[in-house]
């Protein structure tokens, strides 16, 4: 049952006389399936009494049941504004949000319908590892062989694992304590993860999760290839194990593989795109980067892959329309303002540069973005004539390379 029909009878009780009729012809229209005919009638619904958030909530349903998330949005957003209380309206946002590539934007929905499935994938796309653990791994207890639960629970172990090594490669462990805690017997890793919670930086817990989240990762993704190794999913575990190995070509032709079997699954075109990008086959690459924005449009990481690709090929007024994107999909990112710059100058905007290199170092004066800002924007300076504006800039730059060095 449909949020429309759920919501039917709440729309009929706030409608006037005269646009009832509209309401109840997009209900009939939406339980036939009719979809665009719903559209049409809910539509007209929010016309007359825009303040309705159940005619706004029904036409988002029928905009989403018809496949089309990017027109859902708004309406579902509008129906939450005038009534937050409406938690399939929640879940429905979510979920559109999700599969346009948003997930940072869909957990607030998401987190209030209590979804886990949802929920587990949404946390590994924004990085929280840990909680995306334990909500797969509630979906898996539920569906132990569903592929897609298996792959997301072995992305989401694997990656935890690799921050994890990451963080105990700072606390430099001794070798010999190492040794010692590789002999202790393996625990569970969603036991683990609950106790990293109360104690984040405790050594020896952190060494035993990421031996944990590395072997549960091995075992969900062995298990998807023994189960289903002909899936879509199987193909793109492979395709990920021969890029770890610089197989580049057995990775492609995995992926390719995948999207043959399913050409509508997020990621990977993404994927497939990076590894061609690898492989210097750019133009390649470039078309699985469109391929991706046009499936999620909401994906900074694709949309900021696509604007490098098209910059590197010296396709800078493309370059700068999508870093443009990029920028208005997640504002005050370093990497994509240092782009949106650098396809500026391509442009001979260096007005348009110059905004966004102080832009970014605004927010970021210290990495190897920034130095690399100060480094264009002295080159800016040092054209316009502007010559101890350029040195300040140069020294800056320099500064930031020296420290690198240290």
């Known amino acids: 049952m449909t949020l429309a029909f759920l919501t039917f009878c709440l729309l009929l009780q706030s409608l006037t006389p005269e646009v009832i009729e509209h309401a109840q012809a997009g209900a009939a229209a939406q339980k036939q399936g009719q979809f665009e005919v719903a559209i049409r009638e809910f539509k007209k619904v929010t016309e007359l009494q825009p303040a309705s958030?159940?005619?706004?909530?029904?036409?988002?349903?029928?905009?989403?049941?018809?496949?089309?998330?990017?027109?859902?949005?708004?309406?579902?957003?509008?129906?939450?504004?005038?009534?937050?209380?409406?938690?399939?309206?929640?879940q429905m946002l979510g979920v559109a949000r999700l599969v346009q590539g948003d997930a940072a934007g869909a957990l607030p929905h998401l987190e209030q319908t209590h979804t886990p499935e949802l929920l587990g994938l949404a946390y590994l796309e924004t990085g929280s590892y840990g909680t995306a653990i334990m909500a797969l791994k509630a979906s898996l207890e539920r569906k132990p062989d569903d592929a897609?639960?298996?792959?997301?629970?072995?992305?989401?172990?694997?990656?935890?694992?690799?921050?994890?090594?990451?963080?105990?490669?700072?606390?430099?462990?001794?070798?010999?304590?190492?040794?010692?805690?590789?002999?202790?017997?393996?625990?569970?890793?969603?036991?683990?993860?609950?106790?990293?919670?109360?104690?984040?930086?405790?050594?020896d817990l952190l060494f035993d999760f990421q031996r944990a989240a590395s072997a549960a990762s091995k075992d969900a993704l062995d298990k998807l290839r023994e189960r289903d190794g002909n899936s879509a999913r199987a193909h793109q575990v492979n395709a990920e194990a021969y890029v770890e190995l610089n197989r580049l070509r057995e990775a492609e032709a995995e992926y390719a593989q995948a999207l043959r079997l399913q050409p509508y699954m997020p990621g990977l075109h993404l994927a497939l795109g990076n590894v061609l990008e690898l492989d210097r086959k750019e133009a390649g690459a470039i078309?699985?980067?469109?391929?991706?924005?046009?499936?999620?449009?909401l994906d900074v990481k694709a949309s900021y892959r696509l604007a490098a690709a098209l910059l590197n090929q010296g396709n800078a007024k493309d370059a700068l329309t999508e870093f443009a994107r990029?920028?208005?999909?997640?504002?005050?990112?370093?990497?994509?303002?240092?782009?949106?710059?650098?396809?500026?100058?391509?442009?001979?905007?260096?007005?348009?540069?110059?905004?966004?290199?102080k832009s970014l170092l605004a927010i970021d004066s210290q990495s190897a973005v920034a130095a690399r800002a100060?480094?264009?924007?002295?080159?800016?300076?040092?054209?316009?004539?502007?010559?101890?504006?350029?040195?300040?800039?140069?020294?800056?730059?320099?500064?930031l390379i020296n420290e690198g060095k240290n």
């Open 53 to 90: 958030a159940s005619g706004h909530a029904n036409l988002g349903d029928a905009y989403f049941q018809n496949g089309n998330y990017s027109a859902a949005i708004p309406e579902l957003e509008e129906a939450l504004k005038l009534n937050p209380k409406l938690l399939g309206t929640h």
């Open 374 to 399: 100060h480094f264009g924007l002295a080159a800016i300076y040092r054209e316009a004539g502007k010559t101890s504006q350029a040195d300040s800039e140069m020294a800056a730059y320099q500064k």
């Open 287 to 297: 078309i699985q980067f469109q391929a991706e924005t046009e499936l999620r449009p």
């Open 148 to 203: 897609d639960l298996l792959y997301y629970y072995g992305q989401a172990t694997a990656q935890a694992a690799k921050r994890t090594r990451e963080q105990l490669a700072r606390l430099s462990l001794d070798l010999k304590h190492q040794k010692q805690l590789e002999q202790r017997p393996p625990r569970d890793v969603e036991e683990l993860e609950k106790a990293l919670a109360k104690q984040p930086n405790d050594p």
């Open 326 to 357: 990029a920028d208005q999909l997640r504002p005050g990112t370093p990497q994509i303002l240092l782009g949106l710059g650098e396809a500026a100058v391509a442009l001979k905007d260096t007005g348009r540069a110059e905004q966004s290199w």
